[in-house]
């Protein structure tokens, strides 16, 4: 049986993001803006795969993605020209 757990983001100050979810499951571990999943970090390959159409959709979306990777957005496009990540529809 798949287990799963979602919890929102939490703030520096230990407080509940609204609408920034963090869902682990035994594949991995996914980050979800509002009811989109923007970015998963599969536990067998370690390759980040960022959703195709959303990776990059808001500045707010943009703040919790760049928590998520744990880097700034110029490290996360020279990832994707690099194809140390891999675009993908997550949502489809």
């Not at 808001?58 to 998520?68: A, E, H």
């Amino acid at each position: 049986m798949l287990k799963i757990k979602v919890e929102n983001m939490t703030s520096s100050r230990g407080n509940k993001i609204a609408n920034q979810f963090i869902i682990r499951t035994d594949e991995g571990v996914f980050f979800q803006s509002y009811d989109t999943v923007i970015a998963f970090k599969p536990f067998r390959t370690g390759k980040i795969i960022l959703d195709e159409n959303s990776w990059d959709y808001s500045t707010t979306t943009g703040k919790y993605r760049n928590d998520f990777l744990n880097e700034s957005i110029a490290i996360t496009r020279k990832k994707i020209s690099s194809k140390e990540y891999k675009l993908a529809d997550l949502n489809g």
